[in-house]
Nanobody, 114 residues
Framework: QGQLVESGGGLVQAGGSLRLSCTAS????????MSWFRQAPGKHREQIAR???????WYGLPVDGRFTISRDNVQNTVYLQMNNLKPEDTAVYYC????????WGQGTQVTVSS
């Protein structure tokens, strides 16, 4: 059905920035709503940002104003620009695609040191 591959995670100090990328092997990528989720140790996976097929944006409260989701329908890629990172942003970040089925990436680790 397709594949999602995330990249761009790593270790950063508090206040720093990272940009995550998710490249999709999907036909008609522009028809999919794309999201970023994250899961911290011992916590449930939570949705933090979404971009609809028409470009509609949604952000979770913990990241609103600091993170920006965008997509490039030519490159079949969705991005998450993360600014002013905090230690509580430490988690595995997952890319998610939805049209008539759910598709997940393998995740990329983001660690923010204080």
């Amino acid at each position: 059905q397709g594949q999602l591959v995330e990249s761009g995670g790593g270790l950063v100090q508090a206040g720093g920035s990272l940009r995550l990328s998710c490249t999709a092997s999907l036909s008609s990528f522009s028809d999919y709503a794309m999201s970023w989720f994250r899961q911290a140790p011992g916590k449930h996976r939570e949705q933090i940002a979404r971009i609809g097929k028409t470009g509609t944006l949604w952000y979770g409260l913990p990241v609103d104003g600091r993170f920006t989701i965008s997509r490039d329908n030519v490159q079949n890629t969705v991005y998450l620009q993360m600014n002013n990172l905090k230690p509580e942003d430490t988690a595995v970040y997952y890319c998610h695609a939805f049209r008539d089925f759910d598709l997940w990436g393998q995740g990329t680790q983001v660690t923010v040191s204080s």
